[in-house]
Structures are given as structure tokens and as C-alpha cells.
């Protein structure tokens, strides 16, 4: 069943909202429910990763396939038990994930749809999916989705800051040294002009563990992200460089399911998680209130994702479980 969005934004009286009958949709781990600590969705919205906390064991990753439910793979960190997860996840197409550790010397791996793991020779935190997910890329070059090397670094004499998804499908965005370029993996990068202030990117958590990886805008126009020096605030910057704005909450997750919609997974001490939508460019995302989706009665949000094709938002929970909410 899909909400209408005002069924999903209605405005009530204080402790009022009507309840939206959120609908689970797996528990990817068999055992004792465990909190979960992050969700990524594929870019078609097919697949969904989930990593949950194992209770002092070893953190449990999963991939789901969205259309029947099925889970295609588990794999249990053997590092760190009890602690955030140490990667980074980006997933391709057919459910292929990236995990990308934190810091410049951290490993970059590639997980297949069928579970495999292989290391990428010369990856780096940056790493990404191009739009259609048949290649990905970064500063050490090109893969293919089976990890195959298809070129190498595409600016070998600049400092690359950023990797964006692409204007186009099979294309990446690079920042470097406040250049804006396109890139399909294959031939020299093309300028587009100058890109986002270099200034701004450093006061981003671009490689370093926050609450959540920075998140891109689905056409790679605007990106949120953790500010460095607090990592309680989110900036969201534009790829011209002329738009800061701040989301004017403690936020714990970001995701967004357009261009211009991004929703926030709030942090409120010990209350459960409001979850709000914000637009950019308007009164809402400027510091105006927003309003919270309803939420079942204890059940403490704790990561949040967005799936674009068809928009629908997932979201875990400290109780262990994985909720979608569909999207007009």
C-alpha cells in the first residue's frame, strides 16, 4: 500500500499524529533481535543491506533481495565486536557492495551478489558506483563490477576531494583541487568549471567515520554531510559552491529519496528518533519546524535509508527490526 504524502506530513495536536501502519520488512538475522546500526538501499531499490549489532559478537551484515525477501548472504565482521560498524557501504547493481573502510590507508572491498569477498587493489575510501551500476571508481582508477581493473588513476597529478555520482548514467563526478569533472571510467576526465569550495569540503567528515557516511543527492548536485569539528550538526553543500545550508537538528542518519528531498533520522536523547522530511531551499530545511512521521509506540529508530526507484524510506530500529514506509 502506498501513503499519500500529506497521509505521511498531516499535521495533528500535540501527541495526536495518526499512527502510519508501517509494515516490517525482514529480520535478516534468524537469532535474538539485534539493534540495527545501518541500512543502505540499491539504487534501484532491489537490494537492502543491514548491519546489525551482534550483542559483543562480531557485527552481522546482510544482503536482502527486496522482491522476495530472501536473504542472499550474511557476513560477520571478525574485528571489533561491540563497536559502530568500521565500513563504509555502497551497493551496485544485482546487490554488489562496496565496503569501504575509514582513513586514507583503510582496505577497500568488493562483496559479490553471492556473498564473495575479494580486495580491491589500489582502492580508496572514496570509492563509488557510477549510475547504473556497471563500473566503480575513485583516485586509485576503474572496475568493473566483478573488481576487474579497467583504467587507472583518472587525475594522477591533482588531489582528488570528492567522487559523485554522475550527470549521466554510467558517469562519476570528481572534485579536485575545486575543479568539477566527468568521468566514464574509460577516458580522460572533462572539466566542468569550478565545483565546491575546498574550504568547505575540509570542514566535511568526507572519509572519517560520523553517524553516517556523507550521502550525495541522487544526481550528485548537493551533498550532506557531518561537520568536522561538530558532528552532531549536517551541512548539506551544493556542487557550485553557493548553497550551505544547515539541517537545524541533532541528526543521527540522512537519506534522500530525490533531488531536492532529504529525510533526517533525529537524535533526542533518550526519546525515540523523529524522523522528518526537510526540501532544500525552503522555510522547512532554513531552521522552519518540520513535522515528525508517526512512529509505533516502542520502537526506537536507529538507521535510516531511501530508495529512489520506487522512493520509499527503511528504516531500523534498536528493537532489531527493518521497516518500509512507500513514498507517493
Not at 87 to 100: E, I, Q
Not at 205 to 230: I, K, S, W
Request: charged share 25%; glycine share 12%; aromatic share 8%.
Amino acid at each position: 500500500m502506498k501513503y499519500a504524502l500529506d497521509e505521511l506530513l498531516d499535521e495533528h495536536e500535540p501527541g495526536a499524529m495518526r499512527p502510519v501502519p508501517l509494515r516490517p520488512v525482514q529480520r535478516p538475522v534468524s537469532s535474538a533481535p539485534h539493534p540495527i546500526r545501518r541500512l543502505e538501499v540499491s539504487e534501484d531499490g532491489a537490494f537492502l543491506f543491514v548491519a546489525r549489532e551482534g550483542g559483543g559478537e562480531p557485527l552481522a551484515y546482510s544482503l536482502i533481495n527486496l522482491r522476495d525477501g530472501e536473504t542472499r548472504w550474511e557476513y560477520r565482521d571478525p574485528c571489533c565486536a561491540g563497536s559502530p560498524p568500521r565500513w563504509s557501504v555502497r551497493l551496485g547493481a544485482d546487490g554488489a557492495a562496496l565496503l569501504l573502510g575509514f582513513g586514507p590507508d583503510a582496505p577497500a572491498q568488493l562483496l559479490s551478489p553471492s556473498g564473495a569477498l575479494s580486495l580491491v587493489e589500489g582502492g580508496d575510501p572514496e570509492l563509488r558506483w557510477a549510475p547504473g551500476g556497471r563500473w566503480f571508481g575513485g583516485a586509485g582508477g576503474a572496475w568493473s563490477a566483478d573488481g576487474d581493473r579497467l583504467g587507472g588513476p583518472p587525475l594522477p597529478e591533482a588531489e582528488l576531494n570528492l567522487v559523485l555520482p554522475g550527470p549521466r548514467e554510467g558517469t562519476l563526478r570528481l572534485v579536485a583541487d575545486g575543479v568539477l569533472y566527468t568521468w566514464d571510467g574509460q577516458t580522460p576526465p572533462a572539466s566542468e568549471g569550478l565545483g565546491p569550495d575546498v574550504n568547505d569540503l575540509n570542514q566535511a567528515r568526507l572519509t572519517e567515520e560520523g553517524y553516517f557516511p556523507p550521502r550525495p543527492a541522487p544526481d550528485g548536485q548537493h551533498l550532506a554531510a557531518h561537520d568536522r569539528l561538530d558532528p552532531s550538526r549536517v551541512r548539506v553543500l551544493s556542487l557550485d559552491g553557493e548553497e550551505r545550508e544547515e539541517v537545524p537538528a541533532f541528526v543521527r542518519a540522512v537519506a534522500w529519496s530525490s533531488p531536492t528531498a532529504l529525510w533526517a533520522l533525529v537524535a533526542n536523547g533518550e526519546a525515540p528518533g523523529e524522523i522528518t522530511r526537510v526540501e532544500l531551499q525552503s522555510r522547512d530545511f532554513a531552521g522552519g519546524p518540520a513535522t515528525p512521521l508517526p512512529w509505533p509506540q516502542g520502537e526506537r529508530a536507529s538507521a535510516l535509508a531511501a530508495a529512489i526507484k520506487p522512493p520509499a524510506l527503511y528504516v531500523g530500529t534498536e528493537e532489531g527490526n527493518v521497516y518500509r514506509i512507500d513514498l507517493p
